[in-house]
C-alpha cells in the first residue's frame, strides 16, 4: 500500500489531500466579564475596538473612510486599539482578520446590506440619539407587488399622536442606496430618530414616511447579476423603471388606502441617495403632477444613466419649475463615485434656469455624513409651501 501513491502520481492520476473541519473557535474565558472582550464607546466618546482571535496573525479595523488602524494582540487573545475623541455620529467600520473583511461579532449593529460587512457603532450626543421625546410609530409592511409580481416590504413612519381620525398627512417616500436593504434608512439612516427630534423641536411638519425597498430584483434587473461596470449601462436602468411601476401602482395605492394622507402632489415628496437618488430623480421628474417636492443626495444622474423622460423634461425648465416647491442636490466634495453625475445635473439645472437648492459637504466622500445631515436639512424644507 505504500507504494500506491508514488505509483498513481508517476501514472499522472491526481489526488487531493483530505480536508478536514476545523475545531470549534475558541471563547473568551468565561471567568472574565464580556466587556473586556467587546468594542465599547467609552465616557469621552473614544471607541475601544476589541475582536477576540486568538489564533489571528494581524488584525486591523478600519473606522469610516479612514486609513485601517493596526490592532494590538493581548495576552488573552484579544485584539484591541482605541481611537482618539470622536463627534457624536453614527460610524461604519470593519475588521481585516489576516486578511478577511469580519464584521464585528461583539456587537449587535450590522450594517443593513445585501451582503453584510460592515459593522455599526453609535457616540451619542446627536440629532441620532434616542431622545425622551413623543415617538412616532415604525411598521413593517409587507404587501403584494402587482407590479413586480412579487411580495415586497416598506417601512411605514407615524408621526407621534397619529391616528386614522387624523387630519391627512404628507407623505415622503425615501429610497437607500446601492447594496443596502430597505432597513438601511431605519437602521444606519436613523431616520426615525431624525424624525421624532426635529418633531419635538417642532422644526418640521408632522409626515408620514414611507421607505421603500430601492432594488426591486425583477429578472432582468438582480443586483448581484451585474459586474460593477455594468450597473450603469445595464442594472440602474432597468430597475429604475421597476421601481417607478411599483411606486405609482403598488406604493402610492396603497398608503392612500390605509393612511390618512394628502392626495395632491404638494402633499408628496420623493427622496434618496446615491441609486435612491437616480430614483428619486425618475419618478420625481417623470410624474411633476404626483410629487411636489424632489431630493437627491449624492444621486446618481442622467449624466451617466439616460433617461428619455427625465430628459425631456429637463428640456421644460417652466414645467419643473411651476410643479416642484423644491428640487434639493446635495454631494459631497470629494465623493469619487458620483460626482460626475451631480457635477452634469447641477450644470444642466443652471444653465437651463430650473429652480434648485445645493449644496455641497466640504471633504467628504459618498458616506452617510452627507445623506443625514441632508435628510436633516431637507425635512425642514418639505410640504412648508
Known amino acids: 500500500m505504500r507504494l500506491l501513491f508514488p505509483l498513481l502520481v508517476a501514472a499522472g492520476c491526481v489526488m487531493s489531500a483530505p480536508v478536514f473541519a ?15 472582550f ?42 484591541s486599539a482605541k481611537t482618539e475623541v470622536l463627534k457624536p455620529d453614527l460610524y461604519e467600520y470593519y475588521f481585516n482578520v489576516d486578511g478577511f473583511r469580519s464584521i464585528d461579532t461583539g456587537t449587535n449593529a450590522p450594517k443593513p446590506q445585501r451582503q453584510v ?39 411605514v413612519y407615524t408621526p407621534p399622536g397619529y391616528t386614522d381620525s387624523s387630519k ?41 414616511v414611507v421607505i ?16 460593477a461596470a455594468d450597473r450603469r449601462a445595464n442594472f440602474y436602468p432597468a430597475n429604475a423603471e421597476a ?13 392612500k388606502k390605509h393612511y390618512r394622507v394628502r392626495n395632491e402632489a404638494s402633499g408628496r415628496a420623493v427622496a434618496g441617495l446615491s441609486q435612491g437618488g437616480y430614483q428619486a430623480l425618475v419618478s420625481g421628474l417623470s410624474h411633476l403632477d404626483t410629487f411636489g ?8 444622474s442622467t449624466t451617466t444613466v439616460p433617461n428619455k423622460t427625465v430628459d425631456a423634461v429637463l428640456n421644460e425648465p417652466e414645467k419643473i419649475n411651476k410643479a416642484l416647491h423644491n428640487f434639493t442636490v446635495t454631494v459631497g466634495s470629494k465623493d469619487q463615485v458620483v460626482g460626475k453625475d451631480v457635477a452634469g ?39 412648508k409651501k
Do not use: C
Open 22 to 36: 476545523l475545531d470549534a473557535p475558541a471563547s473568551p474565558p468565561a471567568g472574565q466579564p464580556l466587556k473586556n
Open 38 to 79: 467587546v468594542t465599547s464607546v467609552e465616557k469621552d466618546g473614544s471607541i475601544t475596538f476589541r475582536l477576540y482571535a486568538p489564533s489571528a496573525k494581524a488584525v486591523s479595523v478600519t473606522l469610516g473612510s479612514r486609513d485601517p488602524i493596526a490592532m494590538q494582540r493581548g495576552d488573552d487573545g484579544t485584539w
Open 117 to 155: 460587512n460592515t459593522s455599526l457603532i453609535l457616540v451619542p450626543g446627536s440629532i441620532l440619539d434616542i431622545r425622551n421625546v413623543p415617538h412616532g410609530d415604525l411598521r413593517l409592511v409587507t404587501l403584494h407587488s402587482k407590479a413586480l409580481d412579487s411580495e415586497r416590504q416598506m417601512y
Open 168 to 208: 391627512p398627512l404628507p407623505v415622503l417616500y425615501l429610497y437607500h442606496g446601492f447594496g443596502d436593504t430597505v432597513g438601511s434608512w431605519v437602521l444606519q439612516g436613523r431616520a426615525p430618530q431624525i424624525l421624532d427630534n426635529l418633531l419635538a423641536e417642532k422644526k418640521i411638519e408632522p409626515m408620514i
Open 212 to 227: 421603500p425597498d430601492t432594488e426591486t430584483d425583477v429578472p432582468n434587473a438582480i443586483a448581484e447579476n451585474f459586474p
Open 243 to 255: 421601481a417607478d411601476r411599483e411606486l405609482t401602482e403598488d406604493l402610492i395605492p396603497y398608503v
Open 293 to 300: 417636492w424632489v431630493a437627491t443626495f449624492s444621486g446618481v
Open 345 to 383: 445635473l447641477k450644470a444642466t439645472l443652471d444653465a437651463k434656469k430650473i429652480k434648485h437648492e445645493y449644496h455641497e459637504y466640504p471633504d467628504l466622500q459618498h458616506e452617510m455624513d452627507v445623506w443625514r445631515p441632508s435628510l436633516v436639512a431637507f425635512l425642514q424644507e418639505v410640504f
